[in-house]
């Protein structure tokens, strides 16, 4: 049964983890947990620091994203799959010409409204050993990585560009 999820897990383009059994997401938890008290203890008595309110450019409409523009970002991304992602990245690719009209309405409403569906603001958080050869049985040689939706990928990077389109 091992070997099957992970033949099924080389299909889909997940990266095996090398994260020993012995650790758990409650472990990583509590570790990170006891780093930020660590932190917050030690500063705790530094003088806040005063933030000068400053003008900033701001951005009163987004540009229109078109279906012909999702279907490009769709394009030049890369074929990541994540767990969150109802279909394979590879998918969406092929028929991203039928995809992009809906999507990029999708897109529009989301930067119009400012309301982004519950699943673009989920994220999959693993740990990943900070440089090949360290210990791996020590917690704190590992980094959380984020593995996001594809499509909020792709939301991010339509909204990035057309932010410095605007404001530029």
């Known amino acids: 049964m091992k070997k099957?999820?992970?033949?099924?897990?080389?299909?889909?383009?997940?990266a095996d983890l090398d994260v020993p059994d012995d650790h758990t997401a409650d472990d990583f938890a509590t570790f990170t947990q006891d780093k930020?008290?660590?932190?917050?203890?030690?500063?705790?008595?530094?003088?806040?620091y005063d933030v000068r309110w400053r003008d900033t450019k701001t951005l009163s409409n987004w540009s229109i994203v078109t279906a012909d523009e999702v279907a490009k970002l769709i394009g030049a991304a890369p074929c990541k799959t994540?767990?969150?992602?109802?279909?394979p990245t590879c998918l969406v690719k092929e028929m991203r010409g039928l995809l992009s009209p809906f999507?990029?309405?999708?897109?529009?409403?989301?930067?119009?409204?400012?309301?982004?569906?519950?699943?673009?603001?989920e994220a999959i958080v693993r740990?990943?050993?900070?440089?090949s050869g360290?210990?791996?049985t020590q917690k704190k040689n590992?980094?959380?990585?984020?593995?996001?939706?594809?499509?909020?990928?792709?939301l991010e990077r339509a909204a990035q560009k057309?932010?410095?389109?605007?404001v530029t």
Do not use: M
């Not at 994540?82 to 279909?87: G, K, M, V």
């Not at 740990?127 to 440089?131: D, V």
């Open 4 to 14: 099957l999820w992970r033949t099924f897990h080389d299909v889909l383009g997940d």
């Open 36 to 48: 930020v008290d660590v932190v917050r203890a030690s500063t705790a008595t530094t003088p806040s």
């Open 82 to 87: 994540c767990s969150l992602d109802p279909i």
């Open 103 to 121: 999507i990029s309405l999708l897109f529009q409403k989301s930067l119009s409204t400012d309301l982004f569906p519950t699943e673009f603001k």
């Open 127 to 131: 740990p990943l050993l900070k440089k």
């Open 134 to 136: 360290l210990d791996s």
């Open 142 to 154: 590992y980094r959380p990585v984020s593995n996001l939706s594809f499509l909020s990928k792709v």
């Open 162 to 166: 057309y932010f410095w389109t605007a």
